[in-house]
């Protein structure tokens, strides 16, 4: 089963034969420009080994430009067929704001909750705008 990648950011995971993401840096350097030019809201997993080396990502949602759907067994169900021991969530505010809405909070502690069942940890959800980033792990929203 092949997965679809979540933007054109393969060279970049493949400079090494295993990309390790240690902070927020290393995802800010791998997402944000490519997400911050996006009409409409997009949310990526990027999912990782026990060692925090990126095993792949995918764009699992589109929205609109205002608001997301996202469902929490589709991401749950790709952490597992990449047996993933953890996921950071990234998604975009194309209107600039990158602070969370009450309903990214809802969404990422549901997300959180259902990859604890499996033993997967959800270790950051960053919202990426053209006004900077957000992260709810060190916000303490995780």
Do not use: W
């Amino acid at each position: 089963m092949t997965h679809e990648p979540a933007i054109d950011v393969g060279t970049k995971l493949q400079q090494t034969t295993e990309p390790t993401i240690t902070g927020l840096n290393d995802v800010r350097d791998v997402y944000e420009d490519e997400l911050t030019g996006r009409d409409q809201e997009d949310m990526v997993a990027v999912f990782l080994s026990s060692s925090n080396h990126v095993l792949g990502d995918k764009l699992m949602f589109r929205g609109s430009l205002r608001s997301i759907n996202v469902k929490a067994r589709d991401v749950v169900r790709e952490a597992l067929l990449c047996n993933a021991a953890a996921v950071i969530l990234l998604h975009n505010h194309p209107m600039g704001d990158p602070d969370p809405t009450q309903a990214d909070r809802e969404t990422t502690q549901t997300i959180a909750d259902r990859l604890d069942m499996f033993d997967i940890s959800l270790l950051d959800h960053v919202i990426i705008s053209h006004h900077g980033c957000y992260s709810m792990s060190q916000n303490d929203d995780i």
